[in-house]
Nanobody, 120 residues
Framework: QAPLVESGGGSVQAGGSLRLSCAASAYIYRNYCMGWFRQVPGKEREEVASINSGSGSTYYADSVKGRFTISRDNAENTVYLQMNSLKPEDTAMYYC?????????????WGQGTQVTVSS
């Protein structure tokens, strides 16, 4: 099993919603904090959201605050990113990754990415 497998990307019109899923191995899910990142070709990778595996506390980039929600499903070893009120500027490849719980710096495991395209 790949350590992290994303799904749920697609094409949607502005104002629409998508839910991304990141299925993790049991080991990773139990032992790591998780985050979502996105990247557009030619631009730097952007941190989108993260969730602490212990406290459940969350972090959101200002650009998505109030529109995106990160959550965990302990029964499914899965982290979700619910994206509402999508904007064309949300178009990117989205990746889930393990992150250090305090600094939110990526800590080594990455998914393969899932494309999100928002049309105006």
């Amino acid at each position: 099993q790949a350590p992290l497998v994303e799904s749920g990307g697609g094409s949607v019109q502005a104002g629409g919603s998508l839910r991304l899923s990141c299925a993790a191995s049991a080991y990773i899910y139990r032992n790591y904090c998780m985050g979502w990142f996105r990247q557009v070709p030619g631009k730097e990778r952007e941190e989108v959201a993260s969730i602490n595996s212990g406290s459940g506390s969350t972090y959101y980039a200002d650009s998505v605050k109030g529109r995106f929600t990160i959550s965990r499903d302990n029964a499914e070893n899965t982290v979700y990113l619910q994206m509402n009120s999508l904007k064309p500027e949300d178009t990117a490849m989205y990746y889930c990754a393990t992150v250090r719980c305090v600094t939110r710096v990526p800590s080594g495991y990455w998914g393969q990415g899932t494309q999100v395209t928002v049309s105006s």
